[in-house]
């Protein structure tokens, strides 16, 4: 439910937070993750272990990146009379997609990595 309302330019900083996280991601994959690569004592996990980070990090671009378009796109018809807010769902998804989405990636992607 809105509690307020802002300007008409308002409407920009969701798009732009969004383009700044993702780009953020995207730096961090590849000046961490890629550019840098670590020396491990373990040779033949390393590239796995990397492999299933670059993709964690991918999972987690996307969900934030649908997250803020739907969030943008609910602001806009929440402006226009069409809805009263994000809906009774968003907020529990959101929560379970962020926090269980990648320890179950995590979890799943440790075991084959060890093989």
């Known amino acids: 439910m809105p509690d307020g309302f802002g300007n008409k330019g308002s409407i920009w900083a969701l798009p732009i937070i969004g383009v700044l996280l993702y780009i953020g991601f995207s730096l961090l994959n590849y000046f961490v993750i890629v550019k840098n690569k670590v020396k491990s004592s373990d040779k033949y996990g390393e590239p796995i272990a990397r492999e299933n980070?670059?993709?964690?990090?991918?999972?987690?671009?996307?969900?934030?990146?649908?997250?803020?378009?739907?969030?943008?796109?609910?602001?806009?018809?929440?402006?226009?009379?069409?809805?009263?807010?994000?809906?009774?769902?968003?907020?529990?998804?959101?929560?379970?997609?962020?926090?269980?989405?990648?320890?179950?990636?995590?979890?799943?992607?440790?075991?084959?990595?060890?093989?």
């Open 53 to 115: 980070v670059l993709r964690l990090m991918q999972i987690i671009k996307l969900m934030l990146s649908v997250a803020f378009a739907y969030i943008l796109w609910q602001t806009i018809r929440v402006s226009l009379g069409e809805t009263e807010g994000l809906g009774v769902w968003f907020l529990p998804t959101f929560i379970v997609l962020m926090t269980f989405l990648p320890i179950v990636f995590l979890v799943t992607m440790g075991g084959k990595s060890k093989k």
